[in-house]
């Protein structure tokens, strides 16, 4: 069975700064990996989708890693700014399944 | 304005009741899915649809029931055989089930309380 990890549950940081959001996963046979924003009592807004055929998405400041082979995947956000700060979950779709997500990294920037 | 609504934006209930969501979509998507979040916990499928007058349990169907009588809606039931309803809920739906370029739009969610 599919399970999504996503590390770490928490992270701070000063405005400015670059920052990396992993997320695991244990079986390589996906369809896509998508990764969302939420925000506090909010429902979900997709941020990036990343195809199994390729390697890497890009959107602003942020950009999307995908190593299917070795179950990874990263969400880079250049700059950081107080904007940013939401909870990012990470997802897997698989054949005929709908997604399967991770529990969030909760990210707090501060100014 | 394109997208999904779920009403109400909070719910309360009393024990032993029985309460439906509701998620609406103009989106023309042919797939929906309800997930539960729990603090703690991500997000888990309750049930999916794919077409209308179709449905699939997800991984913690029980205690709930859906419909699917048209394209756009996809109303959910929290009976009083679910033991711990308090939670998120959220809706979405994709314009297909299951591709690899297929992006999942989410509702705003609805709070449900139980009493």
């Known amino acids: 069975k599919q399970e999504v990890t996503q590390i770490p549950a928490a992270l701070s940081v000063p405005e400015g700064e670059n920052l990396v959001l992993n997320c695991s996963f244990t079986?390589?046979?996906?369809?896509?990996l998508q990764w969302f924003r939420q925000d506090p009592g909010k429902g979900l807004t997709s941020l990036l989708l990343?195809?199994?055929?390729?390697r890497e998405q890009t959107s602003g400041r942020l950009n999307a890693s995908l190593d299917k082979s070795s179950g990874r995947s990263t969400l880079y956000i250049a700059a950081s700014q107080p904007g940013d700060s939401a909870t990012y979950l990470c997802?897997?779709?698989?054949?005929?399944?709908?997604?399967?997500f991770g529990k969030g990294t909760t990210l707090s920037v501060s100014s | 304005d394109g997208g999904i609504t779920q009403s109400p934006k909070y719910l309360f209930r009393k024990e032993g009741q029985n309460v439906t969501l509701s998620c609406e979509q103009n989106?023309?998507?042919?797939?929906m899915y309800w997930y539960r979040q729990d603090p703690g916990q991500g997000l888990r499928l309750i049930y999916y649809?794919?077409?209308?007058?179709?449905?699939q349990k997800g991984d913690i169907a029980e205690g709930y029931s859906v419909s699917r009588e048209k394209k756009e809606s996809f109303p959910l039931t929290v009976t009083s055989a679910q033991k711990n309803p308090t939670a998120f809920y959220l809706c979405?739906?994709?314009?297909?089930?299951?591709?690899?370029?297929?992006?999942?739009?989410f509702g705003p969610g609805t709070r449900l309380t139980v009493l």
């Open positions: 979405a739906s994709s314009r297909e089930g299951g591709s690899s370029t297929d992006t999942q739009y």
């Open positions: 079986d390589s046979a996906i369809y896509n």
């Open positions: 990343i195809q199994s055929s390729q």
């Open positions: 997802a897997v779709i698989q054949a005929g399944t709908a997604l399967i």
């Open positions: 989106l023309n998507h042919d797939a």
């Open positions: 649809s794919q077409i209308v007058n179709d449905f």
